[in-house]
């Protein structure tokens, strides 16, 4: 099915299944326990062996020698792969550093061994025999000190630098301007399951159960990686532990866990150890971020620049951390730059709202400095800097922009006008008071997604796709989307997903996943009318299906009727057209924070959050209030506690397991409230919906940090806002 022209009524504005806060189908499962994980699938792959990985003890240079007699002569030992007997190796589109490193080590805990034993006891007791010689070399580690040598990349998808109108003029003319640097720290995902994979091999074809977002992407790499066609790799995912894009693609132990099946005979099984997950895989690049505005005496902004700077592996990419700046705001005169530097540290790559998320935190702050320069309410001054026409392109309007109502309904539910303007003014006895508010934007993106439904002479609809479900509730919204199509109530509907036997889908990620995986579900249930009423004789034009029937002509006849003799099969594909380039598609909201600040010691407690969102219709506004409360609570994280600590010297991330990487506990987050307005978008998908779950993250850090300057009146520009970058500017205490 193509989808070129804005979406009509359909089936799915029935609303008796779709919209509704159902339960999540797989809940029971996973609450007791008996939800299978790749690491669990132990009757899928019977009589498996263990994998324990070691990593690189350098960032940097290339491996002398590696001995690994004594870890193969230890109890139980079966094999140790590394790169010198694993075969040629190649590297997947997805990565940017080799999956098993040698002789050329690229950064820290790179994968440099797999040690294979009967029990993890034995596996993990041999790898400390294998016994590695180094031959170190210079590194870049830091990436203030390579700044200046930072470029500007090669053009991807998204243009690394835009300019519209003369930025330069416009703000050397402008009477009130601000011109500040900000810098945001590497993250890391923190998910609670590990990167886990169970390798089995039958002949040449190999099936990996491993915890992936991304079941095509990864189907690809793992193939190029081990040099065998596409045809020859299953990847099963069925539930995952969490990702936050640190599970897009292959890493080191789906690979590891399928070369030692492939030496041993035998179902392998592999999950990284804690202290190698932060350094072995992905990250969330470092930024440092320049915002210049210049604005009219009235707070009309006629000049904005936004520049960041990260880094990565030789090969990588950058944050692209400006991309919200080009799209959020009004203003004729515009300049976005993205550079980039080689940093010799582990991957940087995709978290939750790459680009957005770390560029909001110093966005939003900047926005708020200049209301503030200008003496107007902050967010007075981001609503008469609204736009309804893309910036860059102001021929191009948004399909939907609610940006406004997000924010005046935020006022009025939080209770802006009790709000002191002037900082450090509210006190509780110790506790200084401040109220907070920052946008939320994240870009509407859809992508191809197929799907398979069957319906069986019960009546009962299963629906096949390779979508996964990253705690997301993707199971329920692709129930919920087949019942609405097919008239059945959801517990005559059936989900299986993760699995690259089934049709392609998008994948989780991006925000795309829910609104494109169930469109290609809701193409696939068109397809399976048309089959239905031509078996049943009746005019698809009319036909209605509700309650487990199909009614047209005067006739009602039960859907199951249909499928007696045979199950009846429907495959097909969503595929987008231009409505994209014709209109902008974005998701709004407003995020709101109440934080308490220790007056003696600077410690933070945030008191009360909302979020109000605008991301078109709303499949299920259960699971999607989880989404956002789950973001807000890492844009908390963002803001307060998340730092990955760079050995300068030595080029590793020092807090690398979750006793000193710290996120928020319940302990840390108060009561959220989440709105969302009432949407549809019929230029986005013929759901009408849209993606929320990276909107949530996206300005909540910037928000905090505005209520704690307003509790304060200590502006702080270098997250984490820690107690130590206070305490010596906290108002006098009496």
């Known amino acids: 099915m193509k989808f070129a022209t804005p979406a009509t009524t359909n089936p799915i504005d029935q609303l008796k299944v779709i919209g509704k806060p159902v339960d999540r189908i797989d809940g029971p499962l996973k609450t007791t326990g008996t939800a299978r994980y790749a690491y669990e699938q132990n009757e899928a792959a019977p009589n498996a062996a263990y994998g324990y990985v070691v990593g690189s003890a350098i960032a940097k240079g290339r491996i002398e020698s590696i001995d690994f007699a004594a870890a ?44 294979v034993a009967e029990t993890f006891e034995q596996a993990r007791s041999a790898a400390q025999l294998v016994q590695v010689k180094y031959v170190r070399e210079k590194g870049a580690y830091d990436l203030a000190a390579v700044k200046d040598t930072a470029k500007i990349p090669k053009k991807e998808e998204d243009p690394p630098q835009t300019k519209v109108g003369a930025f330069t003029t416009a703000f050397d003319r402008a009477p009130v301007k601000l011109d500040a640097t900000y810098t945001t720290p590497d993250q890391t995902h923190a998910m609670m399951e590990p990167h886990a994979s169970i390798a089995r091999w039958e002949g040449d074809k190999v099936t990996i159960w491993t915890s992936n977002q991304m079941i095509a992407w990864s189907v690809s790499d793992m193939a190029k990686t081990l040099n065998i066609p596409k045809e020859n790799v299953r990847l099963i995912s069925p539930y995952i532990g969490g990702g936050f894009g640190g599970k897009l693609w292959i890493r080191a132990e789906a690979v590891l866990a399928a070369l030692g099946a492939k030496a041993t005979g035998r179902p392998v099984k592999v999950a990284l150890q804690r202290a190698l997950m932060i350094n072995n895989t992905t990250h969330r690049p470092a930024t440092i971020q320049r915002l210049r505005i210049g604005a009219t005496r009235e707070g009309r902004i006629t000049a904005i620049a936004h520049e960041s700077w990260s880094g990565d592996l030789p090969e990588g990419k950058p944050e692209t951390a400006v991309n919200q700046t080009r799209l959020l705001y009004a203003g004729a005169n515009r300049l976005t730059t993205l550079r980039l530097a080689v940093l010799d ?36 001054f981001r609503i008469i800097n609204d736009t309804t026409v ?130 290609g579900v809701y193409a696939a249930c068109v397809k399976l009318r ?43 594909m969503i595929e987008f057209g231009d409505l994209d380039k014709k209109y902008q598609q974005s998701t709004f909201g407003s995020h709101f924070v109440e934080v308490a600040v220790d007056a003696y010691t600077g410690e933070v407690r945030v008191r009360r959050m909302l979020a109000v969102c605008a991301a078109g219709r709303i499949l299920n506004p259960k699971s999607a209030r989880s989404q956002v409360i789950g973001a807000m609570t890492m844009g908390v994280g963002a803001a307060l506690m998340e730092d990955l600590v760079v050995d300068k010297r030595l080029g590793f991330f020092v807090n690398h397991d979750l006793a000193s990487y710290e996120v928020p506990v319940h302990a840390d987050i108060p009561h959220q409230e989440v709105v969302f ?58």
């Open 72 to 115: 193969k002569r230890a109890p139980g030992v079966i094999a140790v792969i590394t790169a010198d007997n694993a075969g040629k190796l190649g590297k997947g589109k997805f990565n940017t550093a080799a999956l098993l490193a040698g002789p050329k080590i690229e950064h820290y805990h790179q994968a440099i061994a797999l040690v």
């Open 390 to 519: 893309d910036p860059e392109k102001r021929e191009r309007k948004f399909s939907q922009r609610r940006y406004v109502e997000c924010m005046r309904q935020g006022m009025e539910r939080f209770g802006w006008n009790k709000r002191n303007p002037q900082p450090a003014q509210v006190r509780e006895g110790r506790w200084l008071i401040g109220m907070g508010v920052a946008s939320a934007f994240r870009n509407n993106i859809v992508t191809k997604s197929a799907a398979r439904v069957r319906l069986g002479p019960d009546g009962v609809v299963t629906v096949e796709t390779d979508m996964t479900d990253i705690g997301t509730g993707s199971y329920t919204i692709i129930a919920q989307t087949a019942a609405e199509m097919m008239g059945l109530p959801l517990e005559k509907v059936v989900v299986k997903l993760g699995d690259s036997a089934y049709p392609e889908s998008a994948g989780s990620g991006g925000q795309w996943g829910g609104n494109s995986a169930t469109s």
């Open 530 to 572: 048309d089959i239905v009423c031509q078996k049943l004789g009746v005019d698809g034009a009319q036909a209605q299906f509700a309650d487990g029937m199909v009614n047209a002509g005067g006739k009602s006849i039960p859907l199951r009727q249909a499928a007696q003799g045979a199950e009846l099969v429907a495959e097909d």
């Open 677 to 734: 307005l009432d949407e549809t978008d019929p230029m986005s998908s013929p759901m009408k919906a849209k993606g929320v779950g990276e909107l949530g993250i996206c300005g909540v850090a910037a928000a905090v940090a505005n209520a704690i300057y307003n509790a304060t009146g200590v502006r702080i520009r270098d997250y984490p806002i820690t107690l130590d970058k206070m305490i010596d500017k906290l108002p006098q205490v009496a």
């Open 345 to 380: 540290l582990p991957e940087g790559n995709a978290m939750r709202a790459p680009g957005e998320a770390p560029g909001m935190m110093a966005l939003e702050i900047a926005i708020d400095e200049m209301a503030e320069k200008l003496r107007m309410d902050p967010v007075m």
